[in-house]
């Protein structure tokens, strides 16, 4: 399926793709703070599990569906702003003690979902499929198997950001600090929603 010179290229691929900033990062990085890195866990493998289902979706033609109906991307667009508009006010109000308790961890559905509307995600995709697949016979074994190793090698790239979070909860021991980093959270999530319609 691939040889050694693509293997490599997809692994430093994924590795660079997934620790550089983004919105499932920030949102990891929020949740170690918020919650520790064991909590945070479902998170991590519902955008491992979205991203390879995009891939593979990518790869099977999911792109040229939506490049033919504009109104179903539209619409994942939006339903991810709210989306992360939500979790901005979330954010903003985990400063107290009685709404952070009410603050639960992003569940593993809901990151899973969150990589349809993502467009890092299906910029990743799209590179993948088109970068990195060798066409010709035994495409869809190909497509599996490389969304596989892309999700395999961004696993400590996106836990990365989830360990950082979790080390500064640690450090953080004042709640005001805390509700302060929770705030700028709050902005640059909100600041994201706008992102997913470039």
Known sequence: ?????????????????????????LLLLSSGLNFGLRRTGWHVLGILWGTYLMIC?????????????PAVQITLKLAG???????????????????????????FGEAVLYQLANPKVWLIATTVIAGFVPTGGQYLESVLATALIFCLTALPGIGIWA?????LLA??????????INRGMAVLTAATAPLLWL
């Open 1 to 25: 399926m691939h040889d050694s010179e693509s293997l490599l290229a997809l692994i430093a691929f994924s590795f660079v793709i997934s620790v550089t900033p983004g919105p499932n990062n």
């Open 57 to 69: 979706l990518v790869g099977v033609g999911l792109g040229a569906l939506l490049a033919a109906f």
């Open 81 to 107: 702003s709210i989306y992360m508009l939500c979790l901005a006010r979330q954010f903003w109000r985990a400063g107290a003690s009685q709404a952070r308790h009410a603050l639960h961890p992003i569940r």
């Open 163 to 167: 360990a950082s979070g979790a080390t």
């Open 171 to 180: 450090w953080i021991k004042d709640p005001a600090g805390l509700q302060r």
